[in-house]
């Protein structure tokens, strides 16, 4: 038995790129799993165009919460599971404040295994993303908590060293996981193009599979640090997208406005 947690930045991180992995964990393997969740954000700001602006907020906040809720039912994940960090969408950071905040979850829940968003070859070229990752993989690299070493993985990696296979037949629960966040379809039919073409791609990287979801796994001993650095393709291609602008939240006046008052508002809720 592990306990195992998952980063997510937004509510419906997890269902895009960890739903298999979480669903064999939580339901199929013959060990019995602990999953938990940490989210940083309840996706508040996730609508596109301004004709949505009057959901945004907490109002959204909220659906969402409920969207998370029913996706992670499916893999028997209680809302008791899930934390909430109580970030703003578009504004998570990395500093002080969050490490630390991080730093205790992590203390307490003391997991075997984490999964988080990639945020150095990274695929996903969000502000949010990157910085989960990075105060996660801080607090692990720094020793921040004494005698804890998890094992980390990342998801959204330019270059996976785990893949995590399902067959054909078992493709559909994506698109069932993704069918519980009915606030963002504008976002997933997008996405929904890619994202089957890059599981099958992932698929050929392990054998007797035909689709797979895919990760990093992240060395912290000495003797394994080598297996860290990327091969010379995903590097090249690393160093080309690093380059490129990160995503960071850029809102009209009057949603920043919105985002200074959740701000008040959340600033004394404790986790
Ligand atoms: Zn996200």
Redesign the pocket.
Known sequence: MAKIIFFQ??PD?LELFCGHIMHYLAKKSKKKHILKIASLTKGEFGLPGPEYDKFKGELLARVRTHELFAAQSMHEIPPENITFFNYIDGFVPFNREIINKVTGYLRIESPDVIFAPEPIYTGYY?M??INCGRVVYYIIHKGLIEDFTPNLFFYTSLCPNYFFGFDEKEFDLTYQLLACHKTQNWFFNNLKMILKPQMRYYGTKIHGWKYAEAFRRVYFTKKNLEKNKPSFVPRVFSHFFSSLPWYKAKYPAHLLEKVKVMERARKNVSL
């Open positions: 930045p937004h991180d969000h949010d993303h």
